[in-house]
């Protein structure tokens, strides 16, 4: 686990280092969700997303999907405070489907949750 403190307001300051573990960090959960070990392929191996097994792993992807894009609308947010305007389309993109996830895993909340054995480094 890591502890990594930014300062929301002043973006344009992070540290390279910071934004590299960011950006690592993004890279793991992504893979935590597509790669091999990943929750797609423990949902497939449960029957699918209307098994219970399924299910309950459906619910952890959210989570680790919510965690994912806020890695990616802050290093996004870091790029574009840069002056790296061509990541403002990306930042609205990553925006959206964060709101759009966060209010999944709101609609799940109580419900039986199922992680990944899934390891990754937020190391660059």
Do not use: C, H, W, Y
Not at 60 to 83: E, H, M
Not at 87 to 102: I, S, Y
Request: positive net charge; proline residues 2%.
């Amino acid at each position: 686990m890591f502890i990594l403190k930014i300062a929301e307001s002043n973006l344009a300051n992070v540290d390279a280092q910071d934004l590299a573990i960011l950006k690592a960090a993004g890279k793991t959960t992504e893979q935590a969700e597509v790669g091999k070990g990943g929750f797609n392929e423990a949902i497939d191996a449960a029957g699918g997303k209307n098994t219970a097994a399924g299910k309950a792993l459906q619910v952890g992807k959210i989570k680790n999907k919510v965690l994912q894009l806020q890695l990616s609308v802050l290093s996004l947010g870091v790029d574009l405070a840069r002056g790296r305007q061509d990541r403002a389309a990306k930042l609205q993109d990553q925006k959206t489907n964060l709101a759009k996830n966060v209010a999944l895993d709101k609609e799940a909340a109580g419900q039986t949750s199922t992680p990944v054995n899934f390891q990754g480094s937020s190391q660059p």
